[in-house]
């Protein structure tokens, strides 16, 4: 399947027009986070390099076609001293089916905290997720092959007070990247929807269910590498009416949050047909 660099190749047609490599997949549908990684490198190429992404809010509108290319035109709503605004709209067949508003920042001092993060086993104390799979999910995930999976098992899981559905991930590209810090930040963009709606089904693994993504919202907090081990600590704190919602933070090993991301989720009961 197609590497991360493939999954986020652009085309420029414009100025502020943009065209998204069609890639190799066995999807129904193109991967949300093929969607929103591609929109942000479009973003990313509209603005100075002195300007870092701090976050992004995205929705998704429509399906798209995965044999189809996506063209993305970006909007340039604000260049400030300090910060940066850009707004993607994701395009295939005349219709838009992904929005998303990027902001970008100088970056300047002030007071630091953060969250600690969770006491977890260690990404080596786990298997690979592709030697634990049976042979129809571990099909299902060849899409993701250059991604080393780590789930936490659910019986190793501290359980917070309060949280009604929790779930932990260790991941990293298997493959050393550029250096560049903006291509983490979209490889994390790609893959930061990959498991987090899973954290909803946590409490109903049995009830079957039509999944989608809804909306995206992250937040770069650090700097870090994607192809280096990240735990993705995830939870939902709500889900009804055929929807959930969803939160996850994003440590890397030295302890460091890095990122944080919500989305809200189709989960609807399968009707019968």
Known sequence: MATIEEAL???????????????????????????????????????????QVHSLHGYFLRPGNPAQHT?????????????CTRRVTGIQDGQAIFTMSASFHVGDEGPEHQDSMPNVLPP??????Q????????????????????P?????????????????VWFRYRHPLPDEP?????????????TLLGSSKVNHPDEPTQNASLDHAMWFLRPFRADDWLLYDQ???????GRALTGG?????????????????????????
């Open 131 to 150: 030697t634990t799979m049976s042979p129809e999910r571990l099909w299902a995930m060849r899409e993701w092959e250059h991604w080393d999976i780590r």
């Open 71 to 83: 063209v993305y035109e970006v909007e340039r709503i604000r260049d400030g001293r300090s910060f």
């Open 9 to 51: 190749e652009l085309e420029r047609l414009e100025r502020d027009i943009f065209r998204g490599a069609s890639t190799k997949t066995q999807l129904p549908r193109t991967f949300g986070g093929q969607v929103a990684g591609q929109a942000l490198v479009s973003a990313v190429r509209t603005v100075d390099p002195r300007y």
């Open 235 to 241: 939870n939902s704190p709500s889900a009804g009416y």
């Open 182 to 194: 903006v291509f983490h930040i979209c490889t994390l963009a790609y893959m930061s929807d990959m």
């Open 249 to 273: 933070r994003i440590f890397n090993r030295e302890r460091q949050l890095v990122a944080a991301v919500v989305q809200e989720g189709l989960i609807r009961t399968l009707r019968e047909s």
């Open 124 to 129: 080596d104390n786990l298997l690979d997720a």
């Open 152 to 168: 936490l098992p659910q019986d190793q899981i501290a359980p917070r007070d309060g949280l009604a559905s929790q779930q932990q």
